[in-house]
């Protein structure tokens, strides 16, 4: 096994497919299809190619650590008691453990993300 993933931002095989959970779901209808292409460290590490339909929802990360790189789309996330930073192609951000906020969707996007999990 090569310990060099390339992580394909055009996956050829079936995504997951799943909608916000009831109590996450603030407005729209968003989907989400996830491309999930490797895991490490037990299934504490997770990366792979994410996308959402436009809505919005409440993000919660707990004690989970994102990098976040998009690569189409257009989205804001506001995180609770601070600014609105919007994202686009191009841009790359990190949601630490603990962060509190709203995810919309604008446009559809697409982003690479990588996830630690405690």
Known sequence: ???????????????KNALPASERLISGNPSFKTWAQDASKGEKVLTGVWEATPGETHSIKGTTFEFCHILSGLIEIEEKGGEIRRYRAGDSFVMKPGFVGIWRTIETVRKIYVCHYD
């Open 1 to 15: 096994m090569s310990l060099l993933v390339t992580i394909d931002t055009n996956p050829d095989f079936a995504p």
